[in-house]
């Protein structure tokens, strides 16, 4: 409570980029940048690049891509289709089975109409549509089997209008007469709007009065016939895709069952006026495109047009990640689609990467020529020289007095064993384990000859020769051999 007796609330900052958020760091990205142009590359691709990467603490655009893929082939692997027939046909089970026992226990039923109609029953065709079609006009003896068939005409119409305007199947349930006349007659003024607005008839005063009187239907508040087009044609069309992905066997038990949507075919023909008058304002939508579900979790029309539509808002955002696209730039990642689809902490990792990219093209290290390309600033080349100085003393200051070696390798022999010693070598000699290996390898006719034109390293690891018996030795120094290491007894 404060001094004034007015009392003050704190919540999550929903507004935008957290004010309060440390600035992006350059540090780690010009490093990497340099790197990569020292390597070849353009400073242009060498930025391309670290977004790609990402940074030590920071995803980059390929590990976002990757979840987004992840995410799609979770959608299409969770999901089948079926799930409106599954509903129907259980529905169309309940009511046979209690009319079935209705009639059963009704004693004062004539047992001639009692067998009629049991042989009505039995003869159902397999098709659930076909079956709901045949009981349309069925008088129906059990209350809870009238109850049952009249839900499917009900689920119907609520999963037909979900296809269409989303959230409908939830907002209808349990709807009465007055809601769906309700239903009927924002169909047939929202039919009149999309017609005179391709006939270039409508006007602004005309699309408020819809919305006064309809607007509920909307949640999303189009603000313009133009938006109310763009939604409605963007469900529509994957709605269309839906029908695309089942079998010609469900998407023709679908389109009979929708003549039964509450019992009226007026909603099915108003919905047909519908998807055409959407249809030629937008062509350019994805009308014809499908998809190949292969999960055992069945889904109705409304919940697998929302799917379709996650699917096609996952595609959109693989393409913006992968900025492959001429003039692509990370502003164009939709942060709200990647919150939805991913959670707000791809949100995050997306939204850092477009302020990296930004302050690295505001910061005066990359200056655009008047080609169009990408250069390093001067005040960049600068801080690359700084760099790599840096890395160089911390390479020279870490070497602990090593010096360059004429071969590489322990003690300049990449094998680790002995080789012969040549003018210049200032490796350590290990001499009495030279002799001894030089002992150890020569055995003459007879006699004992032991040249040992070899060093070793005093950290090798050469297996400890024998102990040689006990003998005079002395070396002799000869024009063809620098150093030969002889027996006292040889000749």
Excluded at 191 to 212: C, I, P
Aim: aromatic share 6%; net charge negative; hydrophobic share 35%.
């Amino acid at each position: 409570m404060s001094a004034h007796g007015r009392s003050s609330r704190y919540g999550r900052y929903t507004g935008g980029p957290d004010p309060l958020a440390p600035p992006v760091d350059l540090s780690e990205a010009l490093d990497a940048i340099g790197q990569d142009v020292m390597a070849g590359y353009s400073p242009e691709r060498a930025m391309q690049e670290f977004l790609r990467r990402g940074g030590q603490q920071q995803r980059g655009l390929d590990d976002l891509a990757a979840q987004v893929a992840q995410r799609r082939r979770e959608l299409l692997q969770q999901h089948d289709l079926d799930g409106t027939l599954r509903q129907v046909k259980e529905l169309l089970d309940k009511a046979v089975l209690a009319e079935r026992g209705q009639l059963a226990r009704d004693v004062t039923m004539d047992d001639g109409d009692r067998a009629l109609r049991e042989m009505q029953l039995d003869n159902l065709p397999p098709s659930p549509a076909a079956a709901v079609n045949e009981l349309s006009s069925y008088d129906w003896q059990s209350s809870d089997a009238r109850e049952a068939f009249e839900q499917i005409k009900d689920l119907l119409g609520r999963e037909v209008l979900d296809q269409r305007f989303q959230g409908m199947k939830q907002a209808l349930e349990g709807a009465t007469d007055e809601d769906r006349q309700r239903v009927d007659e924002m169909l047939g003024d929202l039919n009149d709007l999309l017609e005179a607005h391709a006939r270039g008839e409508d006007t602004d005063e005309q699309f408020q009065q819809f919305m006064r009187e309809h607007g509920d239907f909307f949640p999303d508040e189009p603000q313009n016939v133009e938006e109310l087009i763009d939604s409605l044609a963007e469900r529509a069309a994957a709605g269309q895709r839906l029908l695309n992905s089942m079998s010609p066997e469900q998407r023709q038990e679908l389109m009979e069952l929708s003549q039964q949507a509450f019992g009226s075919p007026a909603l099915s023909q108003a919905l047909d006026r519908l998807d055409a008058n959407l249809r030629g304002l937008r062509p350019g939508a994805d009308w014809s495109g499908s998809e190949r579900f292969q999960g055992d979790e069945g889904v109705g029309l409304g919940d697998g047009t929302g799917v379709i539509q996650d699917i096609a808002e996952l595609d959109a955002l693989s393409e913006q990640l992968q900025q492959m696209y001429a003039g692509a730039r990370l502003d164009d990642v939709d942060l709200d689609a990647l919150a939805r689809q991913l959670g707000d902490e791809a949100a995050v990792d997306a939204r850092t990467l477009t302020e990296l990219e930004r302050a690295l093209r505001e910061s005066g290290y990359l200056r655009r020529t008047s080609e169009g390309d990408l250069r390093l600033s001067p005040r960049a080349m600068r801080q690359l020289g700084k760099a790599l100085l840096r890395d160089v003393a911390q390479q020279l200051s870490g070497r602990q007095g090593q010096r360059d070696l004429r071969k590489a390798g322990a003690a300049g022999e990449l094998t680790g064993s002995s080789r012969e010693w040549a003018f210049g070598d200032t490796e350590p000699w290990d001499v009495t384990r030279t002799i001894g290996n030089a002992v150890l390898r020569t055995v003459g006719d007879g006699e004992t000859r032991a040249r040992a034109y070899a060093w070793t390293s005093a950290t090798s690891r050469s297996p400890r020769p024998r102990r040689a018996p006990r003998r005079r030795w002395r070396c002799a120094s000869t024009r063809r051999s620098p150093w030969r290491w002889t027996a006292g007894g040889c000749r």
